[in-house]
């Protein structure tokens, strides 16, 4: 219900990615990590029913999202700020430069 309050939220979410070099042969585990920071668009409680899961539903604004892997951010879009930076590379700072930003 917290994320239902018509405030901005961030949420972060973290998973444990197993992948496979082929080459070297070896296993090994990725750290992920998303950041969001989110606005309520709609919020749908769903239905009750005795011994039955939740199915709320939610529909978000998404002000800023970031993705990283073993602490190196791999993307930011941060739509207030005017930021797209993909793998290193600011793809909107010469939009900002135009701008006067």
């Not at 496979?20 to 969001?36: C, L, P, R, S």
């Not at 011994?51 to 002000?63: H, R, S």
């Not at 990283?68 to 739509?79: A, C, I, P, S, T």
Request: glycine share 8%; charged share 30%.
């Amino acid at each position: 219900m917290r994320l239902a309050t018509p405030n901005k939220h961030m949420i972060e979410l973290r998973e444990a990615e197993e992948y496979w070099d082929t080459e070297q042969t070896e296993v090994g585990i990725w750290a992920n990590k998303y950041v969001m920071i989110v606005r309520p668009k709609s919020f749908d409680p769903g239905g009750r029913a005795p011994m039955g899961a939740a199915d709320a539903n939610g529909e978000y604004v998404v002000y800023y999202f970031a993705g990283y892997r073993d602490g190196k951010q791999l993307w930011e879009v941060d739509k207030r700020n005017m930021k797209c930076v993909i793998m290193d590379k600011d793809y909107m700072a010469d939009i900002r430069k135009a701008l006067g930003k």
